[in-house]
């Protein structure tokens, strides 16, 4: 039986680079204070380069996926799909949503139109899409929040490092991701970056954070990002997974971040192609905002998309996987980020595929 580490592609594993492995094997296992400072010194500046952030706060890093997006502000407004659904229920937060069909995005027009009617303090928006495959458009949102005063917060858990963006361009002002998908690194971490508009809503509040967990300035206290020359103790970091993080974004600097991009569009056409060859039809209809790290196909008629699941899994060792929220039972979600973006890996998962429509049941009805 192969390991997590040694599947082929697909999610939820992560098929890490050797040498994500080797630096999460890192001797200093206990995180001392010094080396903490000197990781968090170098991370600082490596994690700006994906994200294309000059200004604001340096990345902090938090735990969870949970945490992370319940810790930017007081109050927020949220839109769209299976993950801003998923995080509607932030403690002391009235939240406002605009909903489009699974697949689907919001045009610049209709995001203004409900920021005028609803006021937001923040406005919420997932940019990979992973439930539905969108890469939702960024270009001038970022703006309407400005002209609307509220702060934008995107999410590129799904995205970054594989699709662009660009923090400082587009006006972004809360921007985070995890370590496990496109940066390729083990799960565990969670960079943040903060405008500086959003440190200035952040350090002046008027009300303490729901939870000591989610105190962003004693969390910038702790990772440096505050100017002041001392630092208090907040937790114990998980040191290991620090090292493969750094050791991950050190491989996406060497390889160019344009390079990256091209390299998950291009697979990703190439997967799109062969889809379309095996008679498979892909669910987000409009090419240019298919997300490149994960496609979205339409369970083929006829079929159990859960049979498909577990044949690919039981005969090819590929996990494939289903829909979620309004995506549910509608697609098969196909993963190829970091190093498993490539056209071998995309060619493995056709090859499972039409074994999988060749041997699992149709139904006639």
């Not at 990781?39 to 890093?61: D, I, K, V």
């Not at 069909?101 to 928006?125: D, S």
Request: hydrophobic fraction near 35%; glycine fraction near 8%; include cysteine.
């Amino acid at each position: 039986m192969k390991t997590a580490f040694e599947y082929n592609v697909c999610l939820p594993f992560v098929k890490c680079s050797g040498r994500l492995t080797r630096g999460e094997a890192n001797d200093d296992t206990e995180g001392t204070l010094l080396s903490r400072v000197a990781l968090f010194a170098q991370q600082h500046s490596t994690t700006r380069m994906p994200a294309q952030a000059l200004r604001g706060s340096p990345p902090l890093y938090v735990r969870t996926g949970t945490i992370r997006r319940a810790s930017s502000c007081p109050s927020s407004w949220r839109k769209t799909n299976y993950w801003p659904h998923a995080q509607r229920n932030v403690r002391g937060a009235k939240v406002n949503t605009i909903i489009t069909p699974a697949g689907g995005y919001f045009t610049n027009e209709e995001i203004e139109q409900a920021l005028e009617k609803h006021k937001p303090v923040l406005f919420f928006l997932t940019h990979g899409e992973s439930s539905s495959g969108v890469a939702h458009p960024i270009d001038g949102i970022g703006d309407l929040c400005l002209k609307h005063n509220c702060l934008f917060l995107v999410d590129s858990v799904a995205s970054l490092g594989g699709s662009p963006l660009y923090m400082d361009k587009q006006g972004i002002d809360i921007l985070y991701t995890g370590s496990q998908k496109a940066l390729n690194s083990p799960p565990g971490t969670a960079p943040i970056s903060f405008s500086e508009r959003a440190c200035n809503k952040m350090f002046n509040r008027k009300t303490k954070p729901v939870s000591y967990l989610l105190d962003m300035s004693w969390l910038a206290n702790y990772w440096g990002c505050d100017g002041k020359p001392t630092r208090a103790y907040h937790h114990t970091g998980p040191v290991s997974g620090f090292f493969s993080l750094r050791e991950s974004l050190a491989i996406l600097a060497e390889m160019g971040l344009e390079n990256s991009w091209r390299r998950h569009k291009e697979v990703a056409e190439h997967l799109h192609k062969g889809l379309e060859d095996l008679g498979l039809k892909l669910f987000v209809q409009d090419k240019n905002v298919r997300l490149p790290t994960v496609t979205t196909i339409v369970v083929p008629s006829g079929y159990d998309w859960k049979e498909i699941v577990a044949y690919v899994m039981k005969h090819h060792q590929i996990e494939i996987s289903g829909g979620l929220g309004p995506s549910a039972g509608m697609v098969l979600r196909v993963g190829l980020m970091g190093c498993n973006s490539t056209k071998a890996n995309a060619d493995m998962v056709l090859a499972a595929l039409g074994d999988a429509l060749k041997c699992c049941h149709k139904s006639k009805v």
